[in-house]
């Protein structure tokens, strides 16, 4: 790390502006030899292909710096509001493409490297993966990020520099194995470590009460033990690099690293085990998505990075404003789910106990700040916490947090709730052992509550906050989620964006609206072919990887039909791959039908403590081997499972896919994402009606999309009745033959019993109604098929797909926001 750059907004002296560097590429060549010569040691030579990249991305620095430092000047002198997004996770995958598309610069880099006979395309792989998040939480968060910057909304986002991010992932006879993640080995030249913007964060000790006379009590907090928050900070720059924001991760270290008392004692390690048990705060990334990781250090990074966050947004205010009263006029802060929720109590704490305001005003401050985003109904995955480990590690927040509950229980009493309501409103919960829930603390303390599709929405007001909706019936809102179109269109798709912009013009690329532009093409057959021509080579990139990594060669020309997302019952890969046996059995048994050529193509990643999901793996892996080796299939079918999905993965498969599948028990995916990237690269979807699909299928027509199964409505129903499978196994020949095949370890030779709870579950249960919509799914997929035979009908539909999801655009999201949630950004109204 280094400290060239203040890219904080607190500089009172403006150095006068540096000269802006040229952009051709002769410059650039002479720049990025400087960087290789002074910044790296080293001469052409000598120079390694990790030592072009980092010469190369300090060359692009550059450039970004002087947009950044402008940046946050502008924001400073026009005094704007500014918008803190706090969250767990920041899944940002490689910066380097993305820095240099959005700066303009991908022709002048490619030349001035090609003068060192140095190709981009090839170094750029080098870049490791920033895999701070599990899925699609943290990749929401790191494209809004990007959209805040290209639509010029000033921001911060706050989160945690864990030293290992998401866990590699291999496959080793057929099962997932974890192995450390370990991005920072090689240095990580984006990020700029700022010392002088460190805070102590308290844990544990007592509540002192203080009682001075002509003065109001007070409360003091005297932590039992203190961590240092040290701020990196790395740039994000919007499309053109009109906007770059800045991302600031916090690393905790111990506040004197060495405890001279222990050491100069002789105790060295005792010394150095308080330097460790500070430091491990910010170690490591917890791989449960959609489930609550109950540990004391999931705690205490939540507490840290909200803490550390706050104090920094205190800090900064004051010495713009030099007073907090007006606080919510100048920074609004978005709370990415429950996550950083003790932010509520803690904001409290801070004004109350630190800044001397009285309670009510605090309150009314810390409601107009706060907004809160939900992602997830799922009961397993809502956050609670045990009292006594509350109280112990956070003594003040949890008496805080009995105020507010108190304060709202009040109110819910005076506005008529009854019983029932008011236990469900409860911040506390009295049935488990007497838990703090975290979704009530960000509900109350927040001015506003969001989902993240339509659907989702809707049932958070049904579900998890019906009785808080009843008492404050106008906070929540719908804000659906969208993906930028710069890296899931522009940057993975360069053919499919060539091909736009000869088509339609270049308007696209700052404005995605005008994709429907395409929509009058999808009947032109000249069009079409060329369309699925680009998706032609995008599949063969696609081919040879998976030949390269797996050694499975798959046909371009057959229809590649993928499922990659975290690996969850209710994300369904097991109905997909139970429709694969199917497939294989009815493949064998009918040679004569004209069956279509198929890729199944599965990637993702199961929490380590998951054993279903685990066991789901597994049988995809057994599967494939059986299926990929049996010369009776004619390469119809052939199954794969691409080991360590992640967001590099994801820019190569998303452009390669004709088939995406979001097949979700409806009512359980809160939003989805992928479905969005799939289709803007002019895929297919074959869904069901659940979370954003509900408003792809509204935008694209329904001839459009392929949607099947179940309603959220129906499933709920079935569950009410303890719906089973068993009746619905025993009349569908194909799912019971599918299903005998799996138990007799057809797939399975040396471990009969391995899949016999997995199938038992679809006879006793079927909780994830996978019995129930599998004679739907399997038909819908048949449809597919036949439609795949009809290459214009199939292109026509591709187009659309391309042509009609421009609204599901990250930039319509953060518009949305800003407009309804924020009140900042362009257009906003000065405060
Ligand atoms: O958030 C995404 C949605 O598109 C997905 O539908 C939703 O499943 C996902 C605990 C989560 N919800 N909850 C999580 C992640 C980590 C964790 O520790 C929960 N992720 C989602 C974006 O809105």
Redesign the pocket.
Known sequence: SSHSADADDDTTLMAPTPQRRQNDSATFASEILEKLTYAIGKNPAAARRHDWLEATTLAVRDRIIDHWLESNQKTTESGEKRVCYLS??FLIGRLLRDAISNLGLTQSVTEALAVYDVELDMIELLEPDAALG????GR?AACFMESMASTGVPAFGYGIRYVHGFFRQEVVDGEQVELPENWLMHGNPWEFERRENSYEIGFGGKVAAIDEPGKPPRQIWRPGERVLAVAYDTPIVGWRGNHVNTLRLWSAQSLDPILLDAFNSGDHIGALREANKAEAITRVL?P??????GQELRLRQEYFFSSASLQDIIRRHLKAYGTLHNLSDKVAIQLN?T?PAVSVAELMRLLIDVHGFAWDEAWTITQATFSYTN??LLPE?LETWPIHLFERLLPRQMQIIYAINAQTIREATQKGLDGGKITAISLIDENNGRRVRMGQLAFVGSHAING?SALHTELMKETVFHSLHELYPSRIQNKT?GVTPRRWLMQANPGLTALVTDAIGPAFLDNVEKLADLDALATDAAFREKFMAVKLENKQRLAKVIEERLAISVDPGAMFDIQVKRIHEYKRQFLNIIEAIALYDQIRSHPERNWQPRVKIFGGKAAPSYAQAKEIIHLINDVARVVNADPSVQNLLKVVFIPNYNVSLAEIIMPAADLSEQISTAGL?????GNMKFALNGALTIGTLD?ANVEMLEHLGEENIYIFGLTAAEVAARRREAHSGRSIIENSRLLREALDSIVKGVFSPDGQERYASLVSNLYNNDWWMIAADFEAYWQTQRKLDDLWQDTPSWGEKAVRNTARMSWFSSDRSIREYAKDIWRAGPGAPAS
Do not use: I, K, R, W
């Not at 449960?288 to 990781?293: I, L």
């Not at 995916?669 to 994402?673: D, R, V, W, Y």
């Open positions: 767990m996770e599990n899925g699609g939480l929401l917890y449960a998505d959609s489930h609550q990781a789910d996550h992602h997830t995955a993240v989620n995916e809160a939003s989805g994402t979370g």
